[in-house]
C-alpha cells in the first residue's frame, strides 16, 4: 500500500486515486493480537503540490477486526470504517502534528514511496475499544470452574470445604489425601 512518489509528481494538482486491497493477518493492540477478520479496503486520493513538496492524501478505509471480551472472553466483531485527511511534508523536524482533523506526518524527499500501511494501522486502533465487553452487562467467567456465566442462568459449581472448584479429575487423589 505504497505511494510511488514519482507517479506523484509527475501528476503534479491532479488527485491520484487509491483503491487496494490487502489482507492483515492480525495487528498487536496492548499486548494482544487481534485478528483481522476482512480485507482491508482503501480508497481515495493523493495530490503533490511541488512548491512545498507537500502531499495531501484523503482516504476511506473499512475492515473487520475480531476482539475478545474482557469478561467472558467471547470473540466481537468490530467493523471500522473510517476516513482520515493526512498531510506529508517533506524533511520537516517533527514527525507527528495536527492541526483540527489533519494529521501532519513526515516524509524523506529522497525516498521513492511512502507506505500507507503503518499509517492506516495506526488510525484502525484509535476505533478499537481498550476494555471492549460483548455487552453492557455481561456476567464474565466463573472464578471458580470457568463456565460462561451468560450461557448459564442458575449456575452453580461444586465447591469443597475452602470455597474452591471441586475437579472431578482430581476425586480420586483427594480420597488418598
Do not use: W
Not at 35 to 56: H, M
Not at 58 to 73: M, N, P, Y
Not at 85 to 97: L, Q, S
Amino acid at each position: 500500500m505504497e505511494l510511488k512518489l514519482s507517479e506523484l509528481k509527475s501528476k503534479e494538482g491532479k488527485f491520484v486515486s487509491i483503491d487496494e486491497r490487502t489482507s492483515l493477518d492480525t495487528i498487536s493492540f496492548h499486548k494482544d493480537e487481534l485478528e483481522v477478520a476482512d480485507q482491508l479496503i482503501v480508497t481515495g486520493g493523493a495530490t503533490f503540490t511541488s512548491e512545498e513538496g507537500i502531499i495531501n492524501v484523503s482516504i476511506d478505509f473499512t475492515t473487520t477486526v475480531i476482539e475478545h471480551c474482557r469478561r467472558c472472553l467471547e470473540p466481537i466483531e468490530t467493523r471500522i470504517d473510517r476516513h482520515e485527511e493526512i498531510e506529508f511534508r517533506p524533511d520537516m523536524e517533527a514527525e507527528v502534528e495536527s492541526e483540527g482533523d489533519l494529521s501532519i506526518y513526515r516524509y524523506e524527499s529522497g525516498s521513492g514511496t511512502i507506505d500507507l500501511l503503518p499509517y492506516i494501522i495506526r488510525f484502525l486502533k484509535l476505533d478499537l475499544e481498550p476494555y471492549p465487553l460483548c455487552k453492557d452487562d455481561c456476567e464474565g467467567l466463573c472464578p471458580n470452574c470457568g463456565a460462561n456465566l451468560n450461557e448459564e442462568e442458575d449456575h452453580s459449581c461444586e465447591t469443597d470445604e475452602e470455597g474452591e472448584a471441586k475437579d472431578p479429575r482430581m476425586e480420586k487423589l483427594a480420597e488418598l489425601l
